[in-house]
T-cell receptor
Framework: SQQGEEDPQALSIQEGENATMNCSYKTSINNLQWYRQNSGRGLVHLIL?????REKHSGRLRVTLDTSKKSSSLLITASRAADTASYFC????????????FGKGTRLHILP | NAGVTQTPKFRVLKTGQSMTLLCAQDMNHEYMYWYRQDPGMGLRLIHYSVGEGTTAKGEVPDGYNVSRLKKQNFLLGLESAAPSQTSVYFC????????????????FGPGTRLTVL
């Protein structure tokens, strides 16, 4: 299976609720990034968290990283219709100069 | 700033035809990348460039060639298109290099949807 795998594959929640997505990976990383992709568009960077960091915030986004469990979570609080998109984690592998591995993504649908 | 632009947005080819996808960025980034995105899969790196005149293979380079004659442009070529190359192609650029813990965000273009019949 791939280095970075998001869970769940798809998520539907009511507007205003919080959305949590997870990313698990297999080998040591330098950092992990989260990207958003709206339908038919390119990816947009959300947050980068380095291997020596445990938590980062950006507006309504909160990212955690647990290197002992090789996992990260992305929390979107107070979801809005505009948050409907696919979310990808991307891991930069340690000791691999050319490697950023993207997961398959979580499709988030915010219900009105 | 336009950021990262890609041309064309859509293209349909017949098997065996050739074409070139153009990526341009106006952020003076050294590092540029070509990815493909297939349904149910994450982005996979085709080729990348660490500067003008230099290119390197990524994860899935077979059937593609690239050139970086100017810093702001990164071209992806398909010499003899195959149905397996039907995909959405994304170009990206970054200020810092991937690897060695120094990578930062990549800026993506809007994508080119290619269908090979």
């Amino acid at each position: 299976s791939q280095q970075g795998e998001e869970d769940p594959q798809a998520l539907s929640i009511q507007e205003g609720e919080n959305a949590t997505m997870n990313c698990s990976y297999k080998t040591s990383i330098n950092n992990l990034q989260w990207y958003r992709q709206n339908s038919g568009r390119g990816l947009v960077h959300l947050i980068l968290i380095r291997s020596n960091e445990r938590e980062k915030h950006s507006g309504r986004l909160r990212v955690t990283l647990d290197t002992s469990k090789k996992s990260s979570s992305l929390l979107i609080t107070a979801s809005r219709a505009a948050d409907t998109a696919s979310y990808f984690c991307a891991t930069e592998l340690r000791n691999r100069d050319d490697k950023i591995i993207f997961g398959k993504g979580t499709r988030l649908h915010i219900l009105p | 700033n336009a950021g990262v632009t890609q041309t064309p947005k859509f293209r349909v080819l017949k098997t065996g035809q050739s074409m070139t996808l153009l990526c341009a960025q106006d952020m003076n980034h050294e590092y540029m990348y070509w990815y493909r995105q297939d349904p149910g899969m994450g982005l996979r790196l085709i080729h990348y460039s660490v500067g003008e005149g230099t290119t390197a293979k990524g994860e899935v380079p077979d059937g593609y060639n690239v050139s970086r004659l100017k810093k702001q442009n990164f071209l992806l070529g398909l010499e003899s298109a195959a149905p397996s190359q039907t995909s959405v192609y994304f170009c990206a650029s970054s200020y810092s290099p991937v690897g060695s813990g120094r990578s930062d965000e990549q800026f993506f273009g809007p994508g080119t949807r290619l269908t090979v019949l």
